[in-house]
């Protein structure tokens, strides 16, 4: 209960930070919930060029094959990489995607087959015109 406490308090303040710091930028705030191998996020318009993933993510630890996911950024116009983030099941992580450019842009998640639930009650995506 007390490790549910702090993720929720860190991610509140981080949200807060984001949209403190994001002015004029685009902000997401979604839920994060997969147990199948691959989870492809929403397309999302991006109009500055660098974007801020970041997390408290949660996942049972019995059963799991791996203590890891990856998310990977890609851009919709070419269908390239922008880049992947490699992070634990458990706890809080952020990741900087610089020179995204503008545009839609989806998140692509995987992890291992064991059916275990990763979860976040909400990742902050953001953009911003200059590099973090």
Do not use: C
Request: overall charge positive; cysteine-free; aromatic content about 12%.
């Amino acid at each position: 209960m007390k490790k549910k406490i702090i993720s929720f308090l860190i991610l509140a303040f981080m949200f807060v930070a984001t949209m403190l710091t994001a002015s004029g930028a685009n902000t997401y705030y979604v839920p994060l919930s997969f147990s199948i191998p691959t989870h492809y996020g929403s397309w999302r318009n991006y109009t500055s060029a660098h974007i801020t993933w970041q997390a408290s993510l949660s996942a049972p630890t019995a059963g799991a094959t791996s203590t890891i996911i990856t998310a990977s950024l890609f851009r919709q116009e070419d269908g390239t990489l922008v880049g992947s983030h490699t992070m634990p099941r458990n706890g809080w992580s952020i990741k900087f995607y610089n020179n995204a450019r503008t545009g839609n842009r989806r998140f692509y998640y995987t992890k291992s087959n064991d059916g275990i639930t990763v979860s976040s009650s909400g990742v902050i995506i953001s953009s911003s015109s200059t590099p973090n």
